[in-house]
């Protein structure tokens, strides 16, 4: 595929995260010759962070595939109605259909390892990690990574989750999932249940939440079968 036949590729950061979690994955997918955009955004309401990634939608070159890790599989959702957008990818995604909230389609499974723990608490209007929460939030990686992770977090307002935005585009665009079976954030019943919802091609994988940092290589792996418009005979879990 030439440079100019292939789509642009925009990376779409989820709760106590910016942009640079995709750092594993920006370089690579550029040597390749994708054009790139990993958008940062406040955290500070849906809307507002759905409105950054549909900017960053005028960034790049038509069409894009839309990358979500977490919730910003919810800001994909919403921003992918956009006629510029060709396909989406989930990483551990959330997928809310229209009467949905992140929150109320996480509460249809059971509480994960993150909560159970009580390991993030709401102050001054936001959802911050304690330093346990990196233990969960980031398995997979070395100690100084978690340490790191969680020390650079970006905290997202209290009622974020609950907050309601139009557009389902997984109902009309072709989708991806990169389904992580060890997830101890986002309930792996709950990725097994909006991936085949929505029809996706679905890759599972270990190694906790992060799998852009921790399996870097297979969520590359994805992102170009959905660049190439790749559509298996016969949809479901690859393994």
């Known amino acids: ?24 994955v920006i370089p690579v997918l550029q040597e ?3 054009e790139v955009f990993a958008p940062q955004f406040g955290l ?7 409105d950054a990634v549909k900017r960053a939608l005028g960034r790049v070159r038509s069409p894009i595939i839309l990358v979500g890790h977490s919730y910003g599989g919810t800001l994909v959702t919403a921003a992918g109605v956009d006629d510029r957008v060709a396909g989406l990818v989930y990483i551990a995604g959330l997928a809310p259909d229209a009467d949905e909230t992140s929150q109320s389609l996480q509460d249809k499974f059971p509480i994960t390892d993150l909560f159970k723990a009580n390991q993030v608490e709401v102050s001054e209007g936001r959802l911050w990690m ?23 977090h970006a905290a997202p307002a209290a009622d974020i ?10 109902k009309t665009k072709p989708s991806w999932y990169v ?13 097994h249940f909006v991936a085949r919802r929505m029809g996706a091609i679905t890759y599972e994988t270990s190694g906790g939440h992060i799998s852009m940092l ?16 790749m559509q298996p005979r ?3 879990v690859i393994r």
Do not use: C
């Open 32 to 34: 390749e010759g994708y």
């Open 234 to 236: 016969d949809r479901g």
């Open 179 to 191: 389904l992580v079976k060890d997830d101890r954030v986002a309930h792996p019943a709950l990725q």
């Open 1 to 24: 595929m030439s440079e100019l036949a292939k789509p642009s590729i925009i990376l779409v950061h989820g709760l106590w995260a910016d942009a640079s979690s995709f750092n594993r």
């Open 214 to 229: 921790s399996n870097p290589d297979l969520v590359l792996k994805v992102i170009r079968e959905a660049a190439n418009g």
């Open 130 to 152: 304690k330093p346990g929460a990196a233990a969960y939030f980031a398995t997979g990686l070395s100690a100084s990574k978690r340490r790191a992770i969680w020390a650079t």
């Open 44 to 50: 500070d309401t849906l809307a507002g962070d759905v």
């Open 161 to 170: 989750l609950t907050q309601q935005i139009e557009g389902t585009a997984w």
